[in-house]
């Protein structure tokens, strides 16, 4: 792009240079690829680095000694660095509100309700997998800290599952088709496609998604050696 269109800049010796850019945008394409990556039949899971809420503290009935538990957790997940939310809105009933963060894929919600705060407990839930803890409110800061952790490396650890599951490696153009399937990836080498057999990657409704380097990570051009082009669906 930059020398289609092109954009120059000054640099410090004061020559003109060519910008560095990539051919696409971060734009809702990767939203996009989030939501396919970890959504489920409950709406978004998102992963704790990404999540513009981490935690939500939720007032299951209002009552001085709630309200004051919940504040307390709310200021201590703050100082921990976390990004944190209350929701005191107990005019909308505690199960609408469950629902709410859980389609909006908050990975932990801490619930705050009088029956578990008369036993000093509150109910500690991930995102990811539904479940349900009741812990000690002096504890569940920590176990809120813990269950990010572990989300994090849990959703990483199953979308590499998925995608790895889903991933055949071929050795022509020919076997890419029947390897793809209905929503696979076929790893061929780059030597082996070139301009005819891009054009027949085409024709059936495929597209060479990347290439990279035989040890994973991506190419800078695509005439180094050994590159390995990664083939699926494009829609």
């Known amino acids: 792009f930059a020398k289609a269109f092109d954009i120059q800049f000054s640099s410090e010796t004061g020559s003109r240079e060519y910008a560095w850019q990539t051919s696409w945008g971060s734009s809702t394409r990767l939203v996009g690829a989030l939501i396919m990556a970890h959504g489920d039949d409950a709406g978004l899971r998102l992963p704790p680095a990404l999540a513009p809420v981490e935690v939500v503290v939720v007032v299951v009935r209002e009552s001085d000694a ?21 929701d005191d809105r107990v005019a909308v009933s505690f199960g609408r509100r469950a629902v709410e963060w859980e389609l909006k894929g908050v990975p932990v919600r801490i619930e705050v309700g009088p029956r578990d705060l008369a036993n000093g407990e509150v109910t500690v839930v991930r995102r990811d997998n539904l479940s349900k803890s009741s812990v000690a409110v002096d504890s569940a800061v920590g176990v809120a800290l813990e269950f990010l952790d572990a989300i994090q490396a849990e959703l990483l650890e199953s979308a590499r599952s998925s995608r790895d599951s889903r991933t055949v490696s071929v050795s022509s153009v020919a076997d890419v088709a029947p390897a793809v399937g209905d929503g696979g990836f076929a790893l061929v080498p780059w030597s082996e496609v070139g301009v005819e057999g891009e054009a027949r990657l085409a024709g059936d409704g495929l597209s060479v998604r990347c290439l990279r380097r035989p040890d994973g990570s991506l190419a800078s051009s695509d005439d180094e050696a050994d590159l390995v082009a990664v083939v699926a669906k494009s829609y």
């Not at 504040?71 to 703050?78: M, P």
Request: aromatic share 0%; no cysteine.
């Open 66 to 86: 709630t309200n004051a538990a919940a504040a307390d957790l709310v200021s201590s997940l703050r100082a921990a660095g976390r990004r944190v939310r209350l």
